[in-house]
């Protein structure tokens, strides 16, 4: 018969990759929440382009003040103080992306772990259920977690911008100085969520083969 769990030791060493990455990438944003840079200190101006709906804009950037320009002009943002800009973006996004990276290199050691099993043959064995369980569960909590901090970075963003910032829509002064901003992770009924969700009913797939299996012993 014809092994087929190269694809196995595949996944376990691509699920290597990406935690050994994630745990770069974690170390690299603790990194920079240590040195906590100043816009300042990054000098000179800044200019790029963006686009969003298939309509283009441009961000400019100095040390003092930022603006965006998008449809052809007709929508116009200014941030008067950038490096305050810079301060909010800095501290809630800079977390922010310290816990997606430091969850996501946990969750591919689980992984790794978990075809690591597969490879050695021992797939229903109640050490493969705990850990598939581990996963959904994981998945399922960090959903709710992730849409909080989510919430809690858009509404400092929000909140700062309000305060800070002027828009005009066609020239003319958008009312109420409101800006809104939303996550497009869907709230904690996301990915991971669902994603969560599935792999705890495939953990219960795992737990009757885990029991079969027991039965089949006993009966031999």
């Not at 996944?11 to 990759?17: A, G």
């Not at 996501?104 to 229903?124: C, E, I, K, W």
């Not at 598939?132 to 399922?140: D, K, R, S, T």
């Not at 829509?169 to 969560?196: K, W, Y």
Request: proline content about 1%.
């Amino acid at each position: 018969m014809k092994d087929t769990r190269w694809i196995a030791r595949l996944l376990k060493w691509l699920f290597v990759v990406c935690m050994v990455g994630c745990a770069i990438g974690a170390a690299a944003v603790a990194l920079v929440m240590v040195i906590d840079p100043k816009l300042s200190s990054l000098g000179g101006n800044a200019h790029f382009n963006f686009d969003i709906l298939g309509q283009g804009g441009t961000v400019t950037l100095s040390n003092k003040t930022a603006a965006a320009d998008w449809m052809r002009g007709n929508v116009h943002v200014q941030v008067n103080d950038a490096n305050g800009l810079f301060e909010v973006i800095k501290h809630h996004g800079l977390l922010l992306a310290l816990m997606f990276t430091v969850f996501y290199a946990v969750l591919f050691d689980l992984l790794r772990r978990l075809f690591r099993n597969v490879v050695r043959g021992d797939s229903f064995t109640r050490n493969t259920l705990r850990l598939v369980q581990v996963i959904g569960l994981a998945l399922v909590v960090f959903s709710f977690v992730s849409a909080a901090a989510e919430g809690w970075f858009y509404f400092a963003l929000t909140d700062y911008l309000t305060h800070h910032a002027s828009a005009t829509l066609a020239g003319s002064p958008v009312p109420g100085n409101t800006f809104d901003f939303d996550s497009e992770g869907g709230g904690v009924f996301n990915s991971l969520f669902l994603t969560g969700l599935l792999v705890l009913a495939l953990s219960e797939v795992f737990r009757q083969g885990l029991v079969l299996k027991n039965e089949n012993d006993l009966t031999v």
